[in-house]
């Protein structure tokens, strides 16, 4: 059996094969092409297994070599601390170092979900660059309005039907009309792309079983169910649910020697998408599900309000986890059951949310 390690770059490939005993046998630099990496695995398919950090085209390596040589694994670059730590560091290295991991079987693996589903994942991160390009712009205009003294607008958006037609007929003198109209014109345009890739998105994913559970939870909705899903992959590679938080980075950071415990932040280790959506599908939970919301008010009291949209972003992954592995819809009294006597008040927005019967 043969083992090769494989550091990838944007143009080239460092390759590098060493048999049981863990001597080189071969080394090479290729171009990242797919004839070319063929080429060099050709002579070795049928006994040779190959790893590849986490990088920029890791996929397409992985989709080269697949089917083409034993075996092809992907390697999480953060745990590979060995490489990124080393004094001496050099492409050949970084290819042997792979290579005698996966031949004494310390390779950290990642999962990698099938060719549908990393198209999906791309298309709904496409549509989250371009809300948050549209963010930067509502930003832009925002600071432009505060620099020359225009803090009132019309009606409680400044990018409603009242609040664009403020901005289109507003004197402001030169440059900044010229800035804010442009600007305009750019989230106008970013909308309607916007518009186009979600319908794209709900012509990829299907219906499903899965989605509607989702959706049932308080807080996710139609893109974040679609987004959560995509991510996730799934639901049965996690054994627990520490297992799926600790993989969203919402897990606190442990430090443990001898007798010394300290829990710090969480630790943003995971994926940052998830993380993003589950702290927006929070926001809206913590206001429509009475047990969410006790527990948002709980933390809030001794640790503040972002310390407890986190909290409740946790609780929400949890319950996601609950309800995919069980294949039941969400329900409160399950979820929640020593919260029957708890009933949201709708008042105003800035009015206490709960009444305790």
Same mark, same amino acid.
């Given at each position: 059996?043969? #083992?090769?390690?494989?550091?990838?770059?944007?143009?080239?490939?460092? %390759?590098?094969?060493?048999?049981?005993?863990?001597? /080189?046998?071969?080394?090479?630099?290729?171009?990242?092409?797919?004839?070319?990496?063929?080429?060099?695995?050709?002579?070795?398919?049928?006994? %040779?297994?190959?790893?590849? $950090?986490?990088?920029?085209?890791?996929?397409?390596?992985?989709?080269?070599?697949?089917? *083409?040589?034993?075996?092809?694994?992907?390697?999480?670059? #953060?745990?590979?601390?060995?490489?990124? !730590?080393?004094?001496? /560091?050099?492409?050949?290295?970084?290819?042997?170092?792979?290579?005698?991991?996966?031949?004494?079987? *310390?390779?950290?693996?990642?999962?990698?979900? @099938?060719?549908?589903?990393?198209?999906?994942? $791309?298309? +709904?991160?496409?549509?989250? #660059?371009?809300?948050?390009?549209?963010?930067?712009?509502?930003? /832009?205009?925002?600071?432009?309005?505060?620099?020359?003294?225009?803090?009132?607008?019309?009606?409680?958006?400044?990018?409603?039907?009242?609040? =664009?037609?403020?901005?289109?007929?507003?004197? %402001?003198?030169?440059?900044?009309?010229?800035?804010?109209?442009?600007?305009?014109?750019?989230? $106008?345009?970013?909308?309607?792309? %916007?518009?186009?890739?979600?319908?794209?998105?709900?012509?990829?994913?299907?219906?499903?079983?899965?989605?509607?559970?989702?959706?049932?939870?308080?807080?996710?909705?139609?893109?974040?169910?679609?987004?959560?899903?995509?991510?996730?992959?799934?639901?049965?590679?996690?054994?627990?649910?520490?297992?799926?938080?600790?993989?969203?980075?919402?897990?606190?950071?442990? #430090?443990?020697?001898?007798?010394? !415990? =300290?829990?710090?932040?969480?630790?943003?280790?995971?994926?940052?998408?998830?993380?993003?959506?589950?702290? !927006?599908?929070?926001?809206?939970?913590?206001?429509?599900?009475?047990? +969410?919301?006790?527990?948002?008010?709980?933390?809030?009291?001794?640790?503040?309000?972002?310390?407890?949209?986190?909290?409740?972003?946790?609780?929400?992954?949890?319950?996601?986890?609950?309800?995919?592995?069980?294949?039941?819809?969400?329900?409160?009294?399950?979820?929640?059951?020593? @919260?029957?006597?708890?009933?949201?008040?709708?008042?105003?927005?800035?009015?206490?949310?709960?009444?305790?019967?």
């Amino acid at each position: 059996m043969l #083992y090769a390690g494989i550091d990838a770059h944007k143009r080239t490939c460092t %390759i590098v094969i060493v048999d049981d005993q863990g001597k /080189k046998i071969k080394e090479g630099v290729v171009k990242t092409d797919e004839f070319e990496i063929k080429g060099f695995f050709a002579p070795y398919k049928d006994r %040779i297994s190959a790893v590849v $950090e986490t990088c920029l085209n890791w996929f397409f390596i992985h989709k080269v070599l697949h089917g *083409y040589i034993k075996e092809i694994k992907v390697a999480e670059a #953060y745990k590979l601390r060995i490489i990124a !730590e080393a004094k001496v /560091k050099t492409d050949s290295l970084d290819a042997l170092h792979l290579a005698q991991l996966l031949r004494i079987g *310390y390779i950290p693996e990642i999962y990698i979900p @099938n060719e549908k589903t990393i198209k999906l994942r $791309e298309l +709904i991160r496409a549509r989250i #660059y371009l809300v948050r390009l549209k963010t930067r712009m509502k930003n /832009k205009i925002h600071s432009l309005l505060d620099k020359n003294g225009f803090h009132n607008h019309p009606g409680t958006d400044l990018f409603g039907k009242a609040g =664009r037609n403020f901005l289109r007929q507003l004197t %402001i003198g030169k440059p900044e009309e010229g800035i804010i109209a442009r600007y305009l014109g750019i989230i $106008e345009k970013l909308e309607e792309d %916007i518009k186009a890739f979600e319908i794209t998105v709900s012509n990829n994913i299907d219906e499903t079983k899965e989605i509607k559970l989702l959706r049932s939870i308080p807080g996710i909705g139609k893109i974040s169910s679609q987004l959560l899903l995509a991510e996730i992959g799934e639901i049965k590679r996690f054994r627990t649910k520490g297992k799926l938080c600790s993989f969203a980075g919402l897990c606190p950071r442990v #430090y443990n020697s001898g007798e010394v !415990e =300290r829990r710090g932040h969480i630790t943003k280790a995971g994926n940052a998408n998830m993380r993003w959506i589950l702290t !927006e599908c929070a926001q809206v939970a913590s206001r429509h599900s009475p047990g +969410i919301r006790k527990v948002f008010c709980r933390i809030q009291r001794k640790h503040g309000t972002k310390v407890a949209i986190i909290a409740v972003a946790r609780t929400l992954l949890e319950v996601v986890f609950n309800v995919l592995t069980k294949g039941e819809e969400f329900s409160e009294v399950k979820a929640f059951p020593v @919260n029957q006597n708890i009933k949201i008040r709708k008042k105003s927005r800035h009015a206490s949310f709960l009444a305790i019967s």
